[in-house]
Nanobody, 124 residues
């Protein structure tokens, strides 16, 4: 089992920045590729960003490329999502997820463990 706890969400004005954190406990964090997903009301959960086990080649949704940065600190068992130039359409509940795989997948069904989510609201 891996327990994931997100934090850092909140209300921000358009153009602002936020950093989300996801702290992991349980199994060896560095064995897992990590992903961030989001779900807006009435919409399906969508992939935002992913990072492989040891960092390195990250993957982003086109809608956030150039604005969001995913990173991880395996010594702290934490994955981060730095979000800048935020837009109202970024408003959603953001979830982190763990996948016992060596590469990043974009499909939510691939991921084994999920956090409870943190709300991000961007006002115009």
């Amino acid at each position: 089992q891996v327990q994931l706890v997100e934090s850092g969400g909140g209300l921000v004005q358009a153009g602002g920045s936020l950093r989300l954190s996801c702290a992991a406990s349980g199994r060896t964090f560095s064995n897992y590729a990590m992903g961030w997903f989001r779900q807006a009301p009435g919409k399906e959960r969508e992939f935002v960003a992913g990072i492989p086990r040891s960092g390195g080649r990250t993957l982003y949704a086109d809608s956030v490329k150039g604005r969001f940065t995913i990173s991880r600190d395996n010594a702290k068992n934490t994955v981060y999502l730095f979000m800048s130039s935020l837009k109202p359409e970024d408003t959603a509940v953001y979830y982190c997820a763990a996948d016992l795989a060596s590469v990043v997948f974009t499909a939510a069904a691939q991921y084994d463990y999920w956090g409870q989510g943190t709300q991000v609201t961007v006002s115009s």
